[in-house]
């Protein structure tokens, strides 16, 4: 007798099994009545009528997807590697079921494509030097794209752009000629520098001629404390007066004592002719 009644109530337990669906705050169902949508439920505890509805269950959690290696021919024609991650997250989980098939997979093959064409765009530097740039961009395209499926990205990350070992050597050869220009560069606006502060410390030195021999002086005292066998010779500046004019006089200058004494006021001053004669003539 008891077992008549007790295959209805397992039926009734089984069917009730299938009809409660708990769902966490980070999940959604979407709800089919007879292949309609009807609406969205979660997060909690609901019942769905088995046969008549149909739930598909949605993670609205961030999803992080690891975009393949692209080969990819930069805008000044080099081949690169480059990999990519994608972060995005459903915020319509009705579109994301109903507008597309598999929302995962069609962010994924868009995130490929996306990443192939704005690479292709820019040059190589451009790649290793503005990432933050190229990364806002291609995520401001796939998001432009995906807002129909109901997906926001989040952000986008280039991670790796890989080179071949050739045009890895024409970098490193392109920074050394690089780093060697802003050698000299700088090395010539020293020099610049440098003679102007010379050009002002000689006007300075220029107005008193003590201040050129203390000079002389400090070097010789700079010099004499160095491991040198360099001997010095102090040569008074005055002497070069006498070469000066020995050298537009052309000849040895004539001592003082050599030159004829001064007549005195008794005495007649010799004429030319006195001074010119020679003994034959007298």
Do not use: C
Request: aromatic letters at 6%; a negative charge; charged letters at 25%.
């Amino acid at each position: 007798m008891w077992v008549s009644y007790l295959v209805p109530v397992v039926l009734v337990l089984l069917l009730l099994a299938a009809s409660v669906r708990i769902l966490p705050e980070y999940k959604r169902g979407v709800v089919f009545f007879l292949g309609r949508f009807q609406g969205v439920k979660g997060p909690g505890l609901f019942i769905i009528v088995p046969i008549i509805q149909k739930m598909e269950v949605v993670d609205l959690r961030v999803v992080t997807m690891d975009v393949p290696e692209q080969d990819v021919i930069s805008r000044d024609n080099v081949t690169v590697r480059v990999n990519a991650v994608l972060y995005f997250r459903v915020v319509d989980p009705e579109k994301a079921i109903i507008q597309v098939e598999n929302f995962t997979v069609a962010t994924s093959q868009l995130a490929q494509t996306t990443l192939r064409s704005v690479l292709g765009k820019h040059d190589l530097d451009e790649m290793l030097s503005e990432r933050d740039k190229l990364n806002n961009d291609i995520q401001e395209i796939i998001d432009t794209q995906t807002e129909e499926w109901g997906i926001k990205v989040a952000n986008v990350e280039i991670k790796h752009v890989d080179l071949d070992e050739s045009m890895i050597r024409a970098i490193a050869r392109q920074a050394e000629a690089e780093r060697e220009r802003r050698a000299k560069v700088i090395h010539a606006e020293g020099e610049l520098q440098a003679s102007k502060k010379l050009v002002e410390a000689a006007n300075v030195m220029s107005g008193n001629t003590a201040s050129l021999q203390l000079r002389y002086l400090q070097t010789m005292s700079d010099m004499s404390n160095k491991n040198a066998s360099t001997i010095f010779f102090p040569l008074p500046l005055d002497i070069m007066d006498v070469f000066k004019s020995m050298v537009k006089g052309g000849g040895s200058p004539q001592p003082a004592s050599s030159s004829a004494p001064e007549p005195t006021d008794g005495e007649p001053k010799p004429t030319q002719n006195d001074i010119g004669s020679s003994p034959r003539d007298i």
